[in-house]
């Protein structure tokens, strides 16, 4: 069974979510009984909305068991900063055609949000920037085509 690689609040995440739809369970059970208590299960959208609700709920429970059972938690924090791109490693990078800097967290696919300055590990600029040291100037193919980045600082937090 592969690990898939994942930090801690992206650990932390998942459990919450898992919590929350274990809670969601009795309720939807609640829902299909009252849906059968209304007669003729064939013409019946409630039964039927709460049946389809309940078969979600469970993938979405068996899928956030399986990846906390095959995740690797890696927690960056606890490694000495050798100023190298690991997962984990929050990394600014300067764009060398247009001197814009970003700033990335390198993080599992599950808790990518560019918004919030996580990249899927997975991605391409994050494939890019892995195994590279601070200062490191870098080609990354992107959608738009090759881009230059210098690496400006690589932390462990």
Do not use: W
Request: aromatic letters at 4%.
């Amino acid at each position: 069974m592969e690990k898939v690689p994942m930090t801690v609040r992206g650990k932390k995440m998942l459990r919450e979510e898992l919590d929350r739809l274990l809670k969601l369970r009795p309720q939807i059970s609640e829902a299909i009984a009252e849906a059968r208590e209304l007669g003729d299960l064939k013409e019946n959208a409630e039964y039927h909305a709460a049946r389809e609700e309940q078969g979600i709920c469970e993938a979405q429970i068996r899928d956030i068991e399986y990846k906390l059972s095959v995740a690797q938690v890696i927690d960056v924090s606890k490694l000495d900063n050798t100023g190298k791109v690991i997962f984990g490693s929050t990394v600014t990078v300067i764009d060398c055609d247009t001197e814009d800097e970003k700033t990335y967290q390198i993080v599992g696919d599950d808790e990518a949000d560019i918004k919030a300055g996580r990249i899927s590990v997975s991605s391409p600029i994050a494939r890019g920037l892995i195994g590279k040291m601070e200062g490191d100037e870098v080609v990354i193919s992107t959608p738009g085509g090759d881009r230059d980045f210098e690496i400006d600082s690589v932390e462990y937090r």
